[in-house]
């Protein structure tokens, strides 16, 4: 039984060590290099075999292999959760064992008064001749006082000698707790980001078009016109879209997005990231706008009609060629059309004028304010442990010396050089 406990005890020291929480950050910063260094593959079932089919030209035929290893889904993969999980057990088990340990540190009082052996065992120590006990203790606070020490006198019973406990940055020590649970939160929203949170890209909106946001959202929102900022000599300024949110088809609130600017709305995000050309269809039955995406004619049918069009943008001169079909299949006619014109299908006027979509890409993460908090709470605490080091000095004030110890050999000789120049002064002035 006790060395099953020993055991026990031997792997609960282990994953709470400092060296394997530094090697587990250091394997996961790793991860996080090789998901900035490669691509990774959208969230969207439907839109993965295209964006594969414009990784393949990049990485040519280790495309499949860099898949399989998953190296395009780093943040989906087992094993990632895996070192997650590990890296939150451990930051966990760091945190309960030290935690004990700050609480008596910063609540328990310290013993003042010490037997002489406990100065001898310091590594660091100094002594100074004195004319009395009085010019000792005070010279001593002085010292103390001037480095912005706290400390704590007791007497000797006997009345021969007097101990006095110092130290500075007494709550810098809570800094490393800090670390330790914001790693913990940062863990936990990393864990479960590919459960909560979803995206969209490349979502294509016409102006006037409504685009339903789903996955759990009630609501809607329809992309305007995009419009462009300029500068007094003609070149771009800004970009920028009126983006309006339909409740039960409503209009709720207009708000503007502008590249480089995302906009959130309800929890959920809409970066502009580009547009491109669009045509305008006006017919008796009503107007629709048709994206242009891509190279391939966009196919369309006419409000009102069993008529189908193909219309293309023609990229010599921008200009559209558009096809008319009936409902079988058969032509009925094609030709290039001005921007503007109107021309007659089947006996139905139909307008033409060239616009423009705008692509967005719609996402939900809920964890970002964890991350958000999760690295508030790590720069506070590297703060505290850095910039409001722990410094203690332990001090015996006897009728003849002074002796001063540490176990940090800066903090000795910071107070050392200020007492040295306070006894040198009274020596002065004793003369």
């Not at 090789?34 to 990485?59: C, E, H, K, N």
């Not at 998953?70 to 945190?95: D, H, K, P, R, S």
């Not at 995009?226 to 003609?234: E, N, S």
């Not at 203690?392 to 004030?397: A, E, Q």
Request: with cysteine; hydrophobic share 45%; charged share 15%.
């Amino acid at each position: 039984m006790g060395s099953r406990m020993g055991w026990v005890h031997a792997l609960w020291r282990a994953l709470g060590s400092t060296w394997l929480a530094a090697v587990l950050l250091a394997a996961l910063l790793i991860v996080a290099l090789l998901g900035s260094l490669f691509p990774q593959m959208p969230s969207d079932p439907a839109a993965r075999q295209a964006w594969l089919d414009t990784v393949s030209i990049r990485y040519h035929r280790t495309t499949h292999l860099l898949r399989m290893v998953g190296l395009f889904e780093l943040y989906q993969t087992a094993w990632f959760g895996t070192l997650l999980i590990i890296l939150g057990l451990v930051t966990g088990i760091c945190t309960v064992q030290r935690f004990p340990y700050l609480r008596h540190a910063l609540h328990r009082p310290q013993a003042i008064l010490r037997p002489e052996g406990f100065y001898n065992e310091f590594p660091f120590q100094a002594t100074w001749p004195v004319p009395s006990f009085a010019t000792g203790l005070t010279t001593v606070q002085q010292a103390l006082r001037r480095h912005g020490y706290l400390f704590s006198v007791a007497h000797a019973p006997a009345g021969d000698y007097a101990d006095l406990y110092a130290e500075q940055g007494r709550w810098g020590q809570a800094g490393t707790v800090l670390s330790h649970a914001a790693a913990l939160l940062l863990a936990a929203a990393l864990v479960v980001r590919p459960h909560l949170t979803w995206q969209e890209q490349n979502v294509v909106l016409a102006p006037g078009q409504v685009h339903a946001v789903g996955h759990g959202h009630e609501w809607a929102v329809q992309a305007g016109p995009l419009t462009v900022d300029r500068y007094p000599g003609g070149e771009p300024r800004q970009y920028q879209v009126p983006l309006t949110v339909l409740v039960n088809g409503l209009p709720a609130q207009t708000r503007i997005v502008r590249l480089n600017h995302p906009l959130t709305v309800r929890g959920v995000s809409f970066h502009l990231q580009g547009y491109g050309p669009a045509v305008e269809l006006t017919a008796p039955d009503g107007t629709i706008c048709v994206p242009l995406v891509g190279s391939q004619a966009q196919e369309v049918t006419v409000p009102g009609s069993h008529v189908r069009l193909r219309v293309a943008l023609l990229p010599h001169d921008q200009s559209l060629y558009v096809e008319a079909l009936t409902a079988a299949g058969a032509v009925l006619g094609s030709g290039p059309v001005a921007d503007g014109e109107q021309i007659q299908v089947e006996g139905i006027p139909l307008t033409f004028r060239v616009s423009q979509y705008t692509l967005w890409q719609v996402g939900h993460d809920p964890t970002f304010g964890w991350a958000i908090a999760a690295g508030a709470v790590f720069l506070i605490g590297v703060v505290l442990s850095l910039w409001i080091p722990h410094r203690r000095l332990w001090v015996r004030i006897e009728e003849a010396q002074v002796r001063l110890a540490s176990i940090d050999p800066g903090t000795l000789d910071r107070v050392r050089a200020e007492i040295s120049a306070r006894l040198l002064g009274e020596g002065s002035r004793g003369e």
